[in-house]
């Protein structure tokens, strides 16, 4: 066990609130799985002062509201248990990275239209050693794939409506969107496609006095 780390002048100990957050959680991660979340956050703080890949500066910031926040929903990703899941909008790898440090054996797909985003992506993988990411530096209405993802997830991609409608052509037979949530989007849930079938996961998020959740969807047909 490495020391714990503290970043800032608060004497914030992000190794204690990622262990504690990660126990609240009921997430079995190795001491491997850990410390690639350690160094995810040190590289997102790293290139953040030069890309602008997140609005939060502060650390203690980006653990609460990103790194926990994405971590909150790893419990319901890993009882879908997808075989293969696309991050659309993945932008600093929240949550792409995240679950996939806690998916090992998902093949994962982020895909961003920011250049920029998409070399932070590639660095990151490759310096945590993510074999199982792909990175796609394009549209994702553009984007082709005749296998299909079973999983389907965005936290920072527009509206549900135009979520499902860019990457229908990408959602393999019986496979369902996770859109990560704050309040529940009553409005973006009226206008969705009349095949498309909705419900509401509520999350609670350690250490996060706020709302949060998942809204899945899925052909209606499947059903």
Not at 28 to 55: E, G, K, P
Not at 91 to 106: K, S
């Amino acid at each position: 066990m490495s020391a714990p780390q503290s970043l800032g002048e608060t004497g914030f100990s992000l190794e204690s609130f990622l262990q504690q957050t990660l126990l609240t959680l009921k997430l079995d991660f190795t001491q491997r799985q850990l410390q690639q979340l350690l160094d995810y956050a040190a590289l997102l703080q790293r290139w953040n002062r030069v890309f602008n890949l997140t609005a939060m500066r502060q650390p203690e910031d980006v653990a609460r509201l990103h790194l926990a926040d994405c971590l909150a929903a790893l419990p319901s990703i890993q009882h879908l248990a997808p075989q293969r899941l696309l991050d659309v909008g993945s932008g600093g790898g929240l949550p792409g990275v995240v679950w996939a440090i806690g998916l090992p054996d998902t093949e994962i797909h982020l895909v961003d239209t920011v250049q920029k985003k998409c070399a932070f992506l590639q660095q990151t993988c490759g310096s945590l050693r993510l074999s199982h990411v792909t990175v796609h530096h394009a549209r994702v209405e553009t984007l082709a794939d005749a296998r299909g993802f079973d999983c389907i997830t965005s936290r920072a991609f527009s509206d549900l409506a135009l979520l499902v409608r860019s990457t229908r052509h990408l959602l393999a037979p019986g496979g369902q969107w996770c859109a990560m949530k704050g309040r529940t989007p009553h409005e973006e849930i009226a206008v969705l496609p009349a095949d498309i079938a909705a419900r509401i996961e509520p999350l609670l998020v350690p250490g996060l006095d706020a709302q949060r959740c998942l809204v899945w969807m899925r052909m209606a047909a499947n059903d």
